[in-house]
Nanobody
């Protein structure tokens, strides 16, 4: 199976930056290579549904950004390292929550369509 491990979260001051990493390993039962998966970063606050922050395709690196992420966050992937990144700049307290990495067969923003998830990494923005 595919395993995803997020890292890079932590405590930062408002206006600060973090870079989240999602390291993928393993393979699907079909043997599909990790480089053919689309990936997404999602946030899930307590009592809230998991919602897309940014997604990136496998085919042409097409991307999606939530309105709240545009201009502040940048998603990228390094297929040689089987890793997806989310560069988060100009962070505000509203960004505080757990961020999850997911893998999908499509560039999709609906969490239920994702096949694999990491354990999440906590981002806290506070003075």
């Amino acid at each position: 199976q595919v395993q995803l491990v997020e890292s890079g979260g932590g405590l930062v001051q408002p206006g600060g930056s973090l870079r989240l990493s999602c390291a993928a390993s393993g393979r699907a039962p079909s043997g599909t290579s990790l480089e053919y998966y689309d990936f997404g970063w999602f946030r899930q606050a307590p009592g809230k549904e998991r919602e897309a922050v940014s997604c990136i395709s496998s085919s042409d690196n097409s991307t999606f950004y939530a309105d709240t992420a545009k201009g502040r966050f940048t998603i990228s992937r390094d297929n040689a390292k089987n890793t997806v990144y989310l560069q988060m700049n100009s962070l505000s307290p509203e960004d505080t929550t757990v961020y999850f990495c997911g893998a999908s067969n499509y560039l999709i923003t609906t969490a239920r369509e994702y096949l694999y998830w990491g354990q999440g990494t906590q981002v806290t923005v506070s003075s």
